[in-house]
């Protein structure tokens, strides 16, 4: 038995996310019966279930492919305003795969596709920090003091930001490539974090997700990950739901302690 959102996911139906939206709004049925709570569980190979009135049938395995994006793509699967999307690139691959994350329209480089909606909630959600790591062409050249403070942390205007690691790869006159890691996913944040020290980014490619690298992939190519790739995210993941499970632990302990010195 499982939760029946995460059936949906690994059914490659949707995201974990949007596939608990989906059982929030009733448009998922168990054996004829609407479920609407999140924590309903069910079996995917005895139950009937349906998502807006049709029929789960899982037929397809689970497929996680890497992108080499370019630049004046939008990484999601439609656009209203009818512009060109990462979907645009995939003539030839017979699965349906959704962006893992978000890639800047004006930004390239690493992009992962999956159907595994397990993968796509553990690699994307916040509270498992998964690393991403970015080539950055900025304006000028960034001084060591102003590195450090994006290593300290920098007020944007959702909050304070900062980056793992930072260094300068490569400088010129005018301007220079800085790698950066981070392990957020907000919309833009590279391109902050640098406009707030000072130095805008001309151009942005993402090179790393976790464990995976980009590697000499042509641009607008794309490619399954190795099984050894695969394994990497498994290891990463179980490495993430450890530590999570190791804060809870000792959050609940901090709480009870307080309480008792109370």
Known sequence: MERIQKILARAGIASRREAERMVIEGRVAVNGKVVDQLGFKADPLKDHIKVDGKRLIRTEPNITLLLNKPKGYLSTVKDPAGRSTVMDLLKG?????????????????????????DLTYHLSHPKFSVSRTYWAKVEGVPEKKELMRLKKGVRLEDGEAKVVSTHILRQMEKHSWVEAVVTEGRNHLVKRIFSAIGHPVLKLKRVGFGPIRL?????????????????????????????????????????????EAK
Request: hydrophobic residues 35%.
């Open 93 to 117: 691959v017979k699965w349906r795969v959704y962006p893992l994350g978000r890639l800047d329209f004006d930004a390239e480089g690493l992009l992962l596709l999956t159907n595994d909606g």
């Open 215 to 259: 590697g000499n992939l042509p641009v607008g190519q794309l490619r399954s990950l190795t099984d050894e790739e695969m394994e990497d995210l498994k290891k990463l993941i179980a490495h993430r739901m450890k530590d999570n499970r190791r804060e809870t632990i000792d959050e609940r302990r901090g709480t009870k302690n307080v309480g």
